[in-house]
């Protein structure tokens, strides 16, 4: 008898030991994934919520503060009131009036026939077009290839598919002084090549580019389209600010040129297009071979967007077929307007001593900020980079919201670019001019 219940006592110990021992693994146990780590900062999460905080004059998150133009807002109202279809699902991989209208106008474009089933996917804005590129093309060790500054969700997106970003910058072509256009900066073609390896699965490029504003001249993108064809690499090629080129300046698109169509995925932004950038409809647009594994994503993921938005930007981009080219045009509207308020803030910032570059292409303006001394006060964040202390500083102390650029650059290389700010113009002139004011009573001392 003795010797069973010491039996039972023993067993009892081990397992009470087994017990603690397999709760404490499960307490220490992680449990988030690993992929969030790492990629948790967010640049528009922090400014953003800076900019209310301060209730500041908001030149920093790309997005107008005026109305989108009335015939796309008419389209979605009517949309809205116009039956229970509109409420309900819609093609999952895009409303099919969607998708018709942007192969009609975007076949014209690219001069290849582009099938509005197969070749183009409808998603939560351009945000998750690139998302749905990174997931459905590049495995665990592929090399993507990023021009810097780039827009920065490259990155994270990268990093979260076990992707390997490699940065190739653009850089001014000209030293110092002489550097006052986003023309001014391009590819070292040589530079370029030794980035490719047989590990390149593709290169991310964005034309015209946020924060910079450089529009891609066919022979840039012919040195980028030779090298993709070389080491069969595909070109991801964010092209949401399409239609806003100024001076003359013609915007390309890659997939137009000869033997590119079938290794390029374009992407572009309904909410850009036509100032609506709530609406978030965007869209990839590729040969079916490749696009249909980015339906793959969507359809694990996301599935449909919402069916209203994208009958109303489906009729804005019908309207923009039929005045192509046309004064009537929102596609030549919007780039005339812009053209006046880039001219403005650039005088505004040259006013108060802060030489800018001046965009070919965008919403956005950078500009040098070395010349300007600022006493932070803050010794806590000393070890922030320089351009991000000032940008926090400008919207606490004078109540203006800008972005700093080096946000748009690696960690390798963001120190070398802290130097600069990035202002956006789409937005009213009343806000241009209280933006100005708050430059000139600083520079007055005020
Ligand atoms: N690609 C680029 C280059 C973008 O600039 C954006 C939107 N950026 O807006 C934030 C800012 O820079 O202030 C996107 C993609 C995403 O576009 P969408 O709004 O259609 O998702």
Redesign the pocket.
């Known amino acids: 008898m003795g010797i069973i219940r010491n039996l039972a006592n023993h067993l009892t110990v081990i397992r009470q030991s087994l017990t603690r021992n397999h709760n404490k693994i499960i307490m220490s146990r992680q449990l988030h994934a690993r992929r969030t780590e790492g990629v948790d900062n967010n640049v ?1 999460v922090e400014f953003a919520q800076l900019a209310a905080d301060y209730k500041a004059v908001n030149l ?4 107008p503060d005026f109305s989108p133009p009335k015939f796309v807002q008419e389209a979605f109202v009517k949309a809205v009131s116009g039956g229970p279809l509109m409420h309900q699902y819609t093609r999952a991989f895009g409303h099919p009036r969607l998708v018709k209208s942007l192969a009609k106008l975007f076949s014209r474009i690219v001069g290849h026939e582009i099938d509005p089933m197969e070749d183009i996917l409808v998603t ?7 998302f749905c590129a990174f997931q459905a093309v590049v495995n665990e060790g592929d090399e993507v290839i990023i021009v810097e500054p780039f ?1 920065d ?1 490259y990155q994270p997106m990268v990093k979260m598919v076990g992707g390997k970003a490699v940065y190739v910058p653009l850089r001014p072509k000209v030293e110092g002084s002489a550097v006052l256009s986003s023309g001014d900066w391009g590819l070292c073609p040589e530079e370029l090549a030794s980035k490719f390896t047989p590990r390149t699965k593709a290169i991310v490029i ?1 034309t015209p ?3 910079l504003g450089k529009v891609y001249k066919t022979e840039e993108l012919q040195v980028i389209a030779d090298l993709c064809i070389k080491h069969n690499a595909l070109c991801i090629s ?1 092209e ?2 399409e239609w806003l080129t100024y001076d003359g300046t013609k915007h390309v698109k890659i997939a137009s040129l000869p033997g590119m169509w079938e290794r390029t995925i374009t ?1 572009g ?4 297009s036509f100032s609506a ?1 709530g609406w ?3 869209w990839a647009i590729s040969a079916g071979k490749i696009l249909k594994h980015m339906k793959t994503i969507h359809q694990n993921s996301v599935f449909h967007c919402a069916t209203a938005a994208q009958e109303a930007v489906a009729q804005g981009f019908e309207r923009e077929y039929e005045l192509f080219g046309a004064p009537e045009s929102y596609f030549q509207q919007l780039p005339a307007m812009l053209h006046h308020r880039r001219m403005k803030l650039a005088s505004c910032l040259e006013s108060v001593g802060l030489q800018p570059i001046m965009p070919e292409g965008g ?2 303006m950078i500009a040098d900020i070395s010349s300007i001394k600022v006493d932070f006060g803050d010794e806590s964040s000393k070890d922030e980079s320089y351009d991000f202390r000032f940008v926090k500083w400008l919207v606490k102390e004078k109540g203006l919201a800008t ?1 700093p650029v080096s946000a748009f650059y690696s960690p390798e290389h963001s120190k070398e670019f802290d130097k600069y700010i990035r202002f ?1 113009f789409v937005k009213e002139d009343s806000t241009l001019d209280a933006a100005g004011e708050i430059l000139k009573k600083w520079s007055q001392g005020q």
Not at 269 to 272: D, F, P
């Open positions: 528009w920093g998150q790309g997005f939560v804005g351009a945000y998750q077009a690139l827009f969700c964005n580019n946020n924060p964010d949401v600010y992407i932004s309904g909410g850009k950038t978030k409809v965007g919403y956005f972005i956006c």
